[in-house]
């Protein structure tokens, strides 16, 4: 009883602390992936956007999907969702209560890949150097729309020979760099009070509806990696008893059919107890082949 | 029983954590494969798409494999298709939940292989910068050069210092261009392989639950089976072997009993274990024969019951032999019904 006390603790204190580590690692793993990937902006009218948005958007949906498949809760949200009812009923709010702890987890490493990416500015400039109104910057010719458009696309690129020492370069890159990380900024300041008020307010309504779908999500889980340890267990004894039938099976063959002397002396005994009578080459080359080409009933 | 059940929990519960951790391993190590491996693009025209390619797709391929190779369930996948059936059925459920979570852990390395070469862009603009486009690119075009030459010139853009085709195209927008369209099929892989990967662990739970669980449970009782086969084997082995060993000593020691004039052990009943450990063996000549006669001859895989020489060997049952002890050199033939 006292170790099934001490595994249930152990579960219930290790399933959260284990997500959040997850959920923690991904973050991290945001970071690291983002500092070592090597931006290059193709500055080419039509690509630059496609490229800086992509850059945005794509490694966040990619980071939720990830976010998604380590948290083993989503699989067992899942499963008690499409679990027929049976002899339990389904409570919707303990779906809805594990569906958006897993949401919110899943959530932290996108915003951070998002939020890293507006603050380093790169992408932002990329995709907008193109959109720029070039009236505001002195510095670019007169020239054609197309021609100035062109121009305006190399802006990202510092080491492209037109651009190298251009000033207005410097000027559009600062200028979009601060609103990208203005936004970034921003975005980071609501997502912090939204997390706050989320935290602070949420005892105010519902506390009880609260504290039950909590204990049900924890009592899913836990039901189900124990279910898992039964199965585990089982199968050890299933497995125990159905070599030990085989190897009896097969000492009752050898006393049938050949001459075997009845047991005797104290300091062989418990030894042949091991041998199961099987005490010759022949006999275990039989029980081995026995084995492989007739496994005994399951 | 319970240090053998602790045991098999421990093995079990890290088989699962063991293969994951063999699955990380790999991932990290292809990785730095990559980063440790010295790209050099040929920069001809024919050989670029091939080493381009061939250092995208072969060592995936190869990675695969290795994961397949290191996954110890490989053989007991083998094992379980290929035995007899026998009395026991095969599920083909069981062995097709085994294949795909070893393929699934096989994949992860060859995808972040190709996941990694996509992002860093040195293969795709190694394989494809004979194929720029020169309308949208290229500065202006040089009459003078045929489709083959062209080719010649391109082929040189990964390789800066040895690139003399600057009026034709420039080198930064071509390799920028070529980076920039290899990143954007390293993200969209990326996305494709999560999203894969979310619809097979999503989609599982709604349709195949029952099933799932049961092929699960089999494949790891057939996994438990044959590693307490072998532990008992083991422990046979081992008692097998104690016994061997114990009966050749003891028919060297009555050997020399007969043979030499040695007196027969007048040992004291009660010097207890260390004169019985030491089976009648007491002096240096008697141990070097019983070793030469153990590399010379050693005895044969046959066991046989104490010997009749104590002559007590029948008092505890009062009854004679049913049958006279028949020398057992022939092996039995039986025919099992188990």
Known sequence: MDRFRMIFQYFQSNSESAMNGICGILALASVKMYTCFDFSCPCLPQYNMAYGLGIMFVPPVALFLCGLILNRQSVVMLEEWRRPQGRRKKDLAVIRYMCSSIIERAMVAPVIWIIVTLLDGKCLICAFSGSVDPEKFVGFPNASPVQVQQLLAKVPCKDDELMRNNTSRKAVSRYLRCWSQALGWSILLILIIAAFLARWLRPCFNQATLLQARHWSNYIDIEQKIFEETCCEHSQLFAHKCILHFFESMRQEIKLHSFSLPRKGEGVEGEEDLLQGITDQDQVNKLLKMWYYEKPPL | ?338
Not at chain 2, 158 to 168: F, M, T
């Open chain 2, 1 to 338: 029983m319970d240090k053998f059940r602790m045991v098999f929990q421990f093995l079990q519960s890290n088989q699962e954590s063991f293969m994951n951790g063999i699955c990380g391993i790999m991932a990290l190590a292809s990785a730095q494969m990559y980063s440790a491996f010295d790209f050099n693009c040929p920069c001809l025209p024919r050989y670029n798409l091939a080493y381009g390619l061939g250092i995208l797709l072969v060592p995936p391929f190869i990675l695969f494999l290795l994961g397949f190779v290191l996954n110890n369930n490989v053989s007991m996948l083998a094992e379980e298709w290929r035995r007899p059936r026998g009395q026991r059925g095969k599920d083909p459920a069981v062995l097709r939940y085994m294949f795909c979570s070893m393929a699934q852990r096989a994949m992860i390395a060859p995808v972040v292989w190709v996941s990694v070469t996509l992002l860093d862009g040195k293969c795709i603009t190694c394989a494809f910068c004979t194929s720029v486009p020169m309308e949208t690119l290229g500065n202006a075009s040089h009459p003078g050069l045929s489709q083959g030459e062209m080719k010649q010139v391109l082929a040189r853009i990964p390789c800066k210092e040895i690139y003399d085709g600057q009026e034709l195209i420039d080198n930064e927008v071509a390799v920028r261009y070529l980076r920039c369209i290899s990143q954007a099929l390293g993200w969209c892989f990326v996305l494709l392989m999560t999203t894969l990967a979310f619809l097979v662990r999503s989609l599982r739970p709604c349709f195949t639950q029952a099933a799932f669980l049961k092929s699960r449970y089999w494949s790891h009782y057939i996994d438990i089976e044959r590693k307490l086969f072998d532990e008992t084997c083991a422990e046979h082995a081992r008692s097998f072997a104690k016994v061997c060993i114990q009966q050749f000593f003891e028919g060297m020691s009555t050997d020399l009993a007969d043979t030499c004039c040695h007196p027969p052990r007048k040992a004291p009943a009660d010097v207890g274990e260390a004169a019985e450990k030491l089976l009648g063996i007491t002096d240096q000549g008697t141990m070097n024969t019983a070793l030469k006669s153990w590399h010379r001859c050693k005895p044969p895989l046959h066991l046989h019951p104490p010997a009749l020489a104590s002559g007590n060997g029948w008092a505890g049952d009062g009854q004679p032999p049913a049958h006279p002890p028949v020398p057992r050199r022939e092996a039995a033939a039986y025919y099992s019904r188990v």
